[in-house]
């Protein structure tokens, strides 16, 4: 496996601006998953899909975020007029199509919203 | 609602010396599944293990053994002779069959600090 790949790494904006990260996941599998963490506490679901599909979607996720996934491979998770509150680790992880399966994670987008 | 509860901020310990990680989880669901993740300062979660609620065998996997009892909603996992590459945070997870499987609750993770 070569892994779930996350760019950028680190991303600072300042309150307002757009926002879009990427998430390459695993090649063979169908689901990708998205989580938000802040300093001190665990990974927070925001949402995920399978294949194109986004199933389900966390109360996190307010109107000014949106993820993708257009051809099922890639995925992008967008978030509109930042807010200093939006500032965290952006985790992506993937996994094969059956349910509960243990999750590939990758290194996260770091985001600082000043 | 589910939960996980990590009561162990942080944990320091000497090279060799054994850890016991507790976790404690709540739902409503009859099956269900529990997972250990681990975060070194890399950032990047790592698979430790995958349990589900019908499974209460104990696990060993060379230093890391986990304890599962339903009787308790305990998930526990020790690290024996601990040693410094074991520094990271630890996260205990549930996921319910009633709701989605990809959608795992975490707890805030317990920071290991193995020191030599």
């Known amino acids: 496996d070569t892994g779930v790949s996350q760019d950028p790494r680190h991303k600072i904006t300042k309150r307002g601006q757009n926002v879009t990260f990427r998430c390459d996941p ?24 399978q294949n194109e599909a986004q199933l389900e979607k966390s109360r996190l996720l307010s109107d000014r975020f949106s993820a993708e996934r257009p051809k099922g491979s890639f995925s992008t998770l967008e978030i509109q007029r930042t807010e200093q509150g ?10 094969r199509q059956r349910g509960n399966e243990k999750l590939f994670f990758g290194s996260g987008t770091q985001l600082s919203v000043l | 609602a589910q939960k ?14 054994d850890v016991t990680l507790d976790c404690v989880y709540e739902t409503r669901d009859t099956t269900y599944y529990l997972f250990w993740y681990k975060q070194p300062p890399s950032g990047e979660l790592v698979f430790l293990i995958r349990r589900n609620s019908f499974d209460e065998q104990n696990e060993i996997s060379g230093r890391y053994s986990w304890n599962f ?19 990271a945070v630890y996260f205990c997870a549930l996921s319910g069959d009633g709701g989605s499987q990809g959608n795992l609750i975490f707890g805030k993770g317990t920071k290991l600090s193995v020191k030599p």
């Open chain 1, 86 to 95: 939006d500032s965290a680790m952006y985790l992506c992880a993937s996994s």
């Open chain 1, 26 to 49: 695993i090649s063979e599998h169908n689901r990708l998953y998205w989580y938000r963490q802040t300093l001190g506490q665990g990974p927070e679901f925001l949402t995920y899909f």
């Open chain 2, 4 to 17: 996980v509860t990590q009561a162990q901020t942080e944990i320091s310990v000497v090279e060799k010396e």
């Open chain 2, 69 to 87: 009892q339903k009787s308790t909603s305990s998930f526990n996992f020790t690290i024996t002779a601990s040693q410094v590459v074991d520094s």
